[in-house]
């Protein structure tokens, strides 16, 4: 997994609550990306880092927030966790805006 | 509606065979394609990639074709064995799309019969 890991793998969380979820590179890539993956609907940007502190949205960023204060790090939060929000998560990193290696994601049930 | 999609979401290949996975894309501006693995509760995995100045890559037992006239990418897998069973999805990078620039397809199924 390209020296990426996520944690939590797996989350089970209540309607409402906070969640936060960790991607970390040990590949000093500068780009990093949260995806979430969904039947029928493949790979959606959710948010992504070009830099420490510089982040910008993505195809499906409602509810959620990102923040990256350390090159191999970058967090994902759900700020009130909804039940549309039960998915699999994945992290990625790329070093040139080109390919991008993912992490081995991480799933997540609201109820 | 997304730029890149595949013809079929499954395929069903006898072990030993050739496999093909086709993709289409319509964004014309698109320089760069990539095939991903993803295995049944992993992440996707880097396959093979190609540019657009390229109609043919290969490698350790893929090729991937890319036919710019008609906007057609395709992933070819010889002989495929067990451990090929997966879901293989595309994904393109819009020239000057920015950082979050590339497109995935939605994935095919690659069934592999013994």
């Known amino acids: 997994d390209a020296g990426i890991t996520q944690s939590p793998r797996h989350k089970v969380t209540e309607t409402g609550t906070p969640v936060t979820l960790r991607c970390h590179q040990t590949?000093?890539?500068?780009?990093m990306y949260w995806y979430r993956q969904d039947p029928g609907h493949g790979l959606r940007l959710i948010h992504y880092?070009?830099?420490?502190?510089?982040?910008d949205k993505g195809e499906v960023s409602d509810g959620y927030s990102v923040s990256r204060s350390k090159t191999e790090d970058f967090l994902l939060t759900l700020e009130s966790a909804t039940s549309s929000q039960t998915s699999v998560y994945f992290c990625a990193i790329s070093d040139y805006q080109e390919t991008q290696y993912f992490g081995p994601g991480t799933r997540l049930l609201v109820l | 509606g997304e730029s890149v999609g595949l013809h079929l979401p499954t395929l069903s290949v006898q072990e030993g065979d050739n496999s093909i996975i086709n993709c289409a894309y319509s964004n014309s501006a698109s320089d760069y394609f990539i095939w991903y693995k993803q295995e049944s509760g992993k992440g996707p995995q880097f396959i093979i990639d190609?540019?657009?100045?390229?109609d043919k890559r290969q490698g350790q037992r893929v090729t991937v074709l890319l036919n710019k006239t008609v906007k057609h990418l395709s992933l070819q897998i010889a002989a495929t064995q067990p451990g090929d069973s997966a879901v293989y999805f595309c994904?393109?990078?819009?020239?000057?799309?920015?950082?979050?620039?590339?497109?995935f397809g939605k994935g095919t199924h690659l069934i592999i019969q013994p």
């Open positions: 190609i540019r657009s100045n390229m």
């Open positions: 880092s070009y830099g420490v502190k510089d982040t």
């Open positions: 994904a393109e990078n819009r020239k000057g799309g920015g950082a979050d620039g590339l497109t």
């Open positions: 590949e000093n890539h500068r780009y």
